[in-house]
C-alpha cells in the first residue's frame, strides 16, 4: 500500500515533499483558464489545504465532477505556497474522483444553522464546526484515560445491561426480548421469569454501583462508558444516552473526591488549551467569544467550595428575581446553580452536604441526621457538571436507609455485601462527558456534542 499523507501532518510538514498520495473530500473549486483550485479536506484537521491541478495531468477530464463533497485522491508535490495564509499547497500531478457528491449535497453553502446541521447527522462532521467538534471530543475522551491511567487509576468495564437502579429515580430503559404484543402477565403484572435474564433489566444509568465493587478490591479505579436515563425533559443540558466519567477511590472522602474533581476539570480544560488550539479558536471565534476567558478563569484559580446551606442562604439574600424560590430542603434549581456560578462566585463552584431527602441512598450521612457527604460542581453557562459523594460505608446505615427510600435491600445484596466485608470509607462521582464537552466549547446545546444524539421522539440515526 502506498503511503497516503493527512493533510494534518502535510501543513506541518519541515520540508517539501515529492509525489505523495493525499487523499479526502473536496470543500471549494474554482477553475481558471488552464488550471483549477481545489480546497481539500480530509477531516484530519480543521484547515484544508490548497490543490493546483494543470489542465494537463492525468485524470483532469473528470475535474467538473469533482464538486463540493466529492472524495477525491491525488499525487502530488507539497510545494511552498506563494500565497498569503498557507505554507504550504499542493501541486497536482494526477488526479482520480472516487466518489462524486451531485448537487444536492446538502452542505453547498458556509454556514447552516445547528438545526438543520442536526436533521443530517450522518453528514454534519463534514462541517468546519462539527468536524472540529468531534475531533476534540475524541481528544478529551482519550485525555481522560491518560489522566487516570499515569495516576494509577484502573478503568473498569461496567455493565451497560443492569438489574439494579443506581439513582433508585427509576428512569429506565427497559430491555426486553418479550413480544410486546403478548407481554406474559401474572397476576396482572409482566411475568419477568418469562423474559431473557428471568428478571426485569434496564439500561444503566450510571455505573457506580458496580464500580464500586472494584473500587473496594483495585483502589482506585473508574468506568467511563455510555449511560441512559428516560427522562422526558427536552431541555438543552439532557440527553437520553450521554457519557459518564466515573472515578471511584478507596479510603478517600468527601475532600479528596472535591479535590480529584476540580483537578480533573481543570486538567482536561488546559489538555483541550494546549492540544486542540485550531479546533478550539474556532469555538472561540464563531460560538462564544468569551469562551477562551472562561477557559483561563477555570484553569486558574481553585474552585470555591460552599456547603448547600450557605448557598442556600446566598440565594435567599441575593434579591435576584428566581422563578423557583430557594428553599432548604429543595433541590437547587438550574436558575439557582448558574446564579451562584455565574454572578456570585463567577467562577466553578463546589457545593457540599446537601439534606439527604433530596439525593440517593448510597451517600454517607452526616452526623446531623439531616444533610449527606455529597457535592456538586457547578461551571458557568451549565450548572451542574459533577454529581457525586462519599459512600456510606456503615452496613447498617446503608440497609436502614435503602428501607426507608422505599427499595428491597435484597435487590442490592451484592452492594450490601462489600459493607460486610472490608468495608472502608470511599469516595466518588460522576462527570457528564457531554457537559465538559459544553464547557470548552460554548456550544449552548447538549444535542450538538454528541455524534448521534438520542432525545424525547428523535431516533433518526
Ligand atoms: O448527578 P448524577 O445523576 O450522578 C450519578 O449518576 C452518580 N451515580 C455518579 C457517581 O457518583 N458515580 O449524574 C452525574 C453527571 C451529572 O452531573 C451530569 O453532568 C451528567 O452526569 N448527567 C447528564 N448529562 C446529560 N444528560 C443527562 N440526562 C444527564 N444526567 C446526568
Ligand atoms: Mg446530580
Not at 451562584?340 to 466553578?348: D, G, H, K
Not at 452536604?353 to 441526621?369: G, H, S, T, V
Request: charged share 25%; aromatic share 10%; glycine share 6%.
Amino acid at each position: 500500500m502506498t503511503h497516503k499523507h493527512r493533510i494534518a501532518d502535510l501543513l506541518n510538514s519541515e520540508s517539501p515533499l515529492e509525489q505523495i498520495t493525499v487523499q479526502g473530500w473536496v470543500r471549494t473549486r474554482r477553475d481558471s483558464r488552464d488550471f483549477s483550485f481545489i480546497e481539500l479536506n480530509d477531516g484530519s484537521c480543521l484547515a484544508n489545504i490548497q490543490v493546483i491541478a494543470e489542465q494537463t495531468i492525468p485524470g483532469f477530464e473528470s475535474i467538473t465532477l469533482m464538486t463540493t463533497g466529492s472524495a477525491i485522491s491525488l499525487r502530488a508535490d507539497l510545494i511552498a505556497s506563494p500565497g498569503k495564509g498557507q505554507r504550504w499547497e499542493l501541486k497536482a500531478t494526477r488526479l482520480e474522483l472516487l466518489g462524486a457528491a451531485p448537487e444536492d449535497f446538502p452542505l453547498q453553502k458556509k454556514r447552516h444553522s445547528d438545526e438543520f446541521l442536526r436533521t443530517i447527522a450522518h453528514l454534519r462532521p463534514r462541517t468546519n464546526k462539527y468536524g472540529a467538534m468531534f475531533r476534540i471530543r475524541a481528544r478529551l475522551a482519550q485525555a481522560i484515560h491518560d489522566f487516570f491511567n499515569s495516576r494509577g487509576v484502573y478503568w473498569i468495564h461496567t455493565p451497560v445491561i443492569t438489574g439494579a437502579d443506581c439513582e433508585g429515580a427509576g428512569e429506565m430503559f427497559h430491555v426486553t426480548t418479550l413480544d410486546l404484543a403478548k407481554v406474559p402477565l401474572q397476576d396482572s403484572k409482566v411475568n419477568f421469569d418469562k423474559d431473557f435474564f428471568g428478571k426485569e433489566a434496564n439500561l444503566t444509568v450510571s455505573g457506580q454501583l458496580s464500580v464500586e465493587t472494584f473500587c473496594l478490591s483495585l483502589g482506585k479505579v473508574y468506568t467511563f462508558g455510555p449511560t441512559f436515563r428516560a427522562e422526558n425533559s427536552n431541555t438543552s443540558r439532557h440527553i437520553a444516552e450521554f457519557w459518564m466519567v466515573e472515578p471511584e477511590v478507596a479510603f478517600a472522602d468527601l475532600n479528596d473526591n472535591m479535590a480529584l474533581g476540580q483537578e480533573l476539570i481543570k486538567y482536561l480544560v488546559h489538555f483541550v488549551m494546549n492540544n486542540c488550539a485550531d479546533d478550539l479558536d474556532l469555538f472561540a471565534r464563531f460560538v462564544d467569544p468569551t469562551l477562551m476567558q472562561r477557559l483561563c478563569n477555570i484553569a486558574g484559580e481553585d474552585f470555591p467550595r460552599v456547603s448547600y446551606t450557605d448557598a442556600v442562604s446566598i440565594l435567599q439574600q441575593s434579591n435576584h428575581n428566581f422563578v423557583y424560590r430557594p428553599e432548604w430542603g429543595k433541590d437547587l434549581q438550574s436558575e439557582h446553580e448558574r446564579f451562584l456560578t455565574e454572578e456570585y462566585f463567577q467562577r466553578p463552584v463546589i457545593v457540599h452536604d446537601y439534606p439527604k431527602q433530596i439525593k440517593a441512598f448510597y451517600m454517607r450521612q452526616n452526623d446531623d441526621d439531616k444533610t449527606v457527604a455529597a457535592m456538586d460542581v457547578l461551571v458557568p453557562s451549565i450548572g451542574e457538571i459533577i454529581g457525586g459523594s462519599q459512600r456510606e460505608e456503615r452496613l447498617h446505615k446503608l440497609e436502614t436507609r435503602i428501607i426507608e427510600l422505599g427499595l428491597k435491600p435484597a435487590d442490592y445484596w451484592w452492594y450490601l455485601d462489600t459493607r460486610k466485608y472490608g468495608s472502608v470509607q470511599h469516595a466518588g462521582f460522576g462527570m457528564g462527558f457531554e457537559r465538559l464537552l459544553m464547557l470548552v466549547t460554548g456550544v449552548s446545546n447538549i444535542r450538538d456534542v454528541i455524534p448521534f444524539p438520542r432525545t424525547p421522539r428523535q431516533l433518526d440515526f
